[in-house]
């Protein structure tokens, strides 16, 4: 598919070539796959709506434009001026938009390396009435009967500061293609969908950004006290406090009475303060050890567990954020999961 986006029709841009043209997903890795605490670059999720555009990184730009007092386009070279910065940090997609409530467990954690968008920024004097960053992919083409000119996502401007990156590594080496080659947005604490790939504009603007990644999908209905969807919408940005267990292996035989460690991973955006583990179907959540919060990075949680009686137990875990938000029982994205063994 060739199509020009509507900026760069009269400009000396041209339109990428996508290979493939349409969605590409990497089944992730399985919980009980989850051993390294880096994941190495050929596990990584993988996620692309609209296809993977084929980028030479020496004819790669970055125009920063919108409310800023210095609009400027970058080079690669240009990038590679200011300060490498290195953040490592979970990446996890939210699953499809068209399914918000779904858990997918498409999660890993990454070793980031770029420049820190708010040096970018600080070159280009933004105007203080700016409240947000749009993002647009080098992407373009039909998602769920919508075409699209970019892939274009949006990001309060207050995120920035933390450690918001413009990625050019994954795991110290250049980004694989179907990981944004030649440079990525990457937001940790966010969700994958809004570190934009293959990243050549963003825009500053006073409101979010008007294209359907941002408006129709990717805005999770709030729920009212009583579980019920309500009109209202949020933003799927901050990652929601999660859990998995990576050991024991679901279907996995148990000696009675052997003691066993029951661990795995938990995150959050803002850290995770407590992992509580069931190991019984009375519903008794213990609290486990727990690693402390570093940055951005998921944290190992781990328990002695000693069988008390044969037959089938499903384990599980709950994580609690720094906030005192619950990973809940069912129904969310980010809901806990059982992992059934057996008690011999
Ligand atoms: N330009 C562009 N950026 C994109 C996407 C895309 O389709 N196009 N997919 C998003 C989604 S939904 C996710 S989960 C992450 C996945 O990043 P990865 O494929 O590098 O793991 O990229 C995000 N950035
Ligand atoms: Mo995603």
Known sequence: MLKLSSDQQGGAVKPARLDPQGPL??????????????????????LCHLGVPRLEQDRWSLTIDGMVEHPRTLRFDDLMRYPKAEVVSVHQCCGSPLAPFEPTRRVCNVRWGGVRLADILADCRPSAAAQYIWSYGADFGEFSGVVVDAYVKDLPISRVEA????????NGSALPAEHGFPARLVVPGFYGT?????????????????????????????????????????????????????????????????????????????????????????????????????????????????????????????AEAMGGLLQPISGRRNAIHDVPVNVI
Not at 32 to 37: F, I, T
Request: aromatic share 10%.
């Open 25 to 46: 997903k990497r089944d992730p890795l399985a919980p009980h796959q989850m051993r390294d605490r880096l994941t190495p670059a050929q596990s990584v999720i993988v």
């Open 163 to 170: 450690d918001v990156l413009i990625g050019y590594e994954m």
């Open 194 to 318: 809004n570190s934009v790939k293959w990243l050549t504009r963003m825009t500053l603007a006073e409101r979010r950004a008007p294209g359907p990644f941002t408006t129709r999908w990717y805005n999770d209905p709030v729920l009212d006290g009583a579980g019920h969807e309500t009109r209202e919408t949020t933003p799927v940005w901050s990652i929601a406090p999660e859990s998995l267990i990576v050991s024991p292996t679901p279907h996995e035989t148990i000696e009675l009475s052997a003691e066993r460690e029951i661990w795995g991973w938990a995150w959050a955006d803002g850290g995770i303060r407590s992992v509580y583990v069931r190991t019984d179907d009375a519903a008794t959540w213990r609290r486990a050890e727990l690693e402390p919060s570093r940055g951005r990075e998921w944290q190992r949680f781990s328990m002695r567990w000693m069988p008390g009686r044969r037959g089938a137990v499903a384990l599980a875990s709950l």
